[in-house]
C-alpha cells in the first residue's frame, strides 16, 4: 500500500512562494506518474499539475502555467510543487497523487490510484 503526505502548506501574502513536498512510502515511487490537485471552499477538486515517471514530461493547469513548477526526487521518493506569485485564488487544500499504472502524467483524477491527505494554502490579498 503507498501512502503519501503533504507538507509545506500555510499562510502567505500574495505575490509570495511556497514549496509542498509529498513523501510516499510502500511502494515503487520511481515507476509512477505524481500529480497535484486542489480543491477550493465549495468548489471541487481540480488539477494543478503532474510529472511523468521520469520527470521528462509535465502538465499544469492553465490557471498555473508559468507561476507553479512541478519536480520530482526519486531518491528520496518524494514530489514538489513550488508555488511563485500566488494569488488569493490559489486558496485551497492540495492534495498528491500517485498513478501506479502508467508512467504519464493525466490531468484526470480518476488516473489516480493514491491520493495524500491534504495540506492547506492561504493567500492573503
Known amino acids: 500500500q503507498v501512502q503519501l503526505v503533504e507538507s509545506g502548506g500555510g499562510l502567505v501574502q500574495a505575490g509570495g512562494s511556497l514549496r509542498l513536498s509529498c513523501a510516499a512510502s510502500?511502494?515503487?515511487?520511481?515507476?509512477?506518474?505524481m500529480g497535484w490537485f486542489r480543491q477550493a471552499p465549495g468548489k471541487e477538486r481540480e488539477f494543478v499539475a503532474a510529472i511523468r515517471s521520469r520527470g521528462d514530461s509535465t502538465l499544469y493547469a492553465d490557471s498555473v502555467k508559468g507561476r507553479f513548477i512541478i519536480a520530482r526526487d526519486d531518491a528520496k521518493n518524494t514530489v514538489y510543487l513550488e508555488m511563485n506569485s500566488l494569488k488569493p485564488e490559489d486558496t485551497a487544500v492540495y492534495y498528491c497523487?500517485?498513478?501506479?499504472?502508467?508512467?504519464?502524467?493525466?490531468?484526470?483524477?480518476?488516473?489516480?490510484?493514491?491520493w495524500g491527505q491534504g495540506t492547506q494554502v492561504t493567500v492573503s490579498s
Open positions: 510502500g511502494g515503487t515511487f520511481s515507476s509512477y506518474a
Open positions: 497523487a500517485a498513478d501506479r499504472r502508467y508512467s504519464v502524467p493525466s490531468r484526470r483524477e480518476t488516473s489516480y490510484d493514491y
